[in-house]
């Protein structure tokens, strides 16, 4: 009997025993899987950090080139507006010798006066036409950063306090930009 009781047993103890290792071998498996499941994870988080940095640099290097590019057009647009500023600040003593001239022609035919402002009126327009306007501020206040002081008067009932009273030689912008400062006198009150 013990023999039979053997027999039967020793098939039930390597079921169990069997179904011991059945049960080990899903903890290694699951072990395995969560070690790849781990690593897996590990790769993405590494490819999402390697993502978002590529992003920033591209973002940055995006913002870097608009910023060129803007600057270079601002750049451009500096060049074409200016272009002419050498020519036409040379061409400053002629306006001023053509008013001068206009000036001391009083007995002169009134033909050669009209050819005189013809011309001078002619070249003001080309000026002007680049971008120059001409800075004449008598009777305005005195502006520092348009005209320059060479004398100062009393102010009395012809001129006001910090006015220009008298222009020796008017000034020119290009621009908005300074060309040349107008040479003024300018009426200073007594408490000045």
């Given at each position: ?45 590494a ?42 600040g ?45 800075v ?50 300018v ?6």
């Amino acid at each position: 009997m013990t023999s039979l009781w053997r027999r039967f047993a020793s098939p039930r103890s390597t079921k169990v025993s069997d179904m011991q290792a059945t049960d080990s071998r899903p903890d290694e498996e699951s072990s395995a899987i969560d070690s790849d499941l781990e690593a897996i994870l590990a790769e993405r988080d590494a490819a999402q950090a390697e993502l978002a940095r590529m992003r920033e640099q591209f973002l940055r290097e995006h913002a870097e080139l608009e910023n060129a590019r803007k600057r270079q057009a601002r750049d451009l647009e500096q060049s074409r507006k200016f272009a002419n500023e050498r020519l036409l600040g040379a061409l400053l003593p002629v306006f001023d010798s053509l008013e001068a001239g206009l000036a001391a022609l009083k007995d002169a035919t009134p033909q050669v006066r009209e050819g005189l402002e013809l011309t001078l009126r002619q070249l003001l327009k080309v000026a002007s036409d680049n971008g120059m306007t001409v800075v004449d501020p008598l009777g305005h206040a005195f502006n520092p950063e348009q005209h320059q002081a060479i004398a100062v008067l009393p102010a009395g009932a012809e001129h006001q306090p910090d006015t220009v009273a008298q222009v020796h030689q008017k000034g020119y912008l290009l621009n908005e930009r300074l060309l040349r400062p107008a040479l003024v006198i300018v009426a200073k009150g007594e408490h000045d």
